[in-house]
């Protein structure tokens, strides 16, 4: 199986740095372009399926490549961003001003949440789940995955054995190849 990944395309919350999480935020303008453009590339990629996460903007950006490629969308409820609890909607400023090592916890391997972030640990089973499945039902396809920033880190996390979860950013619209 080859396995791409795809982040979907922006949305206003990206533009004005608030935190989306499990927020059904759809594209804006600039992220709409960015999955046609990333819609051009993939052409290319000869994708036998494309499964996306059901939140709204990976689902505009599977609905937008799909288009080009002629590819029907599988949704994959494994594949929705991290919960990030009461802290969904909030600029990051904000979040910054209520917890200051907001970003050491949220990489943290312990249970020790604040608000109701989703654990790492749920993610990455989340993740593994996805790829289970995908081994077994997708051997000798191409498939494309449409998803999320901190799904794409667990993903990268899970599958080359990397031990940062932070050590990955994936832009708006960046396509991945993962191998396994």
Do not use: W
């Not at 996460?53 to 991290?82: F, Y």
């Not at 593994?128 to 990268?156: P, Q």
Request: charged share 30%.
């Amino acid at each position: 199986m080859e396995l791409y990944f795809i982040r979907h395309g922006e949305t206003d919350y990206n533009k004005e740095n608030r935190l989306q999480g499990g927020l059904d935020t759809k594209l804006n303008d600039i992220g709409k372009e960015q999955a046609l453009k990333a819609s051009e590339e993939i052409v290319d990629l000869d994708i036998d399926v494309i499964i996306s996460s059901p939140q709204r903007r990976a689902v505009d950006t599977a609905e937008i490549i799909a288009s080009k490629i002629n590819k029907e969308i599988v949704i994959d409820e494994n594949l929705r961003e991290r919960s990030f609890g009461a802290l969904q909607g909030m600029l990051f400023s904000d979040i910054f001003d209520r917890h200051p090592q907001f970003f050491e916890i949220i990489k943290s391997e312990s249970e020790s949440r604040i608000e109701g972030i989703e654990s790492l640990l749920e993610i990455e089973n989340r993740v593994v789940n996805v790829i289970d499945s995908l081994k077994e039902k997708y051997k000798r396809e191409k498939v494309l995955l449409v998803s999320h920033g901190a799904t794409a880190r667990i993903f990268h996390k899970v599958i080359n054995n990397n031990k940062n979860y932070s050590d990955v950013e994936v832009n708006n619209c960046q396509i991945v190849k993962f191998d396994i």
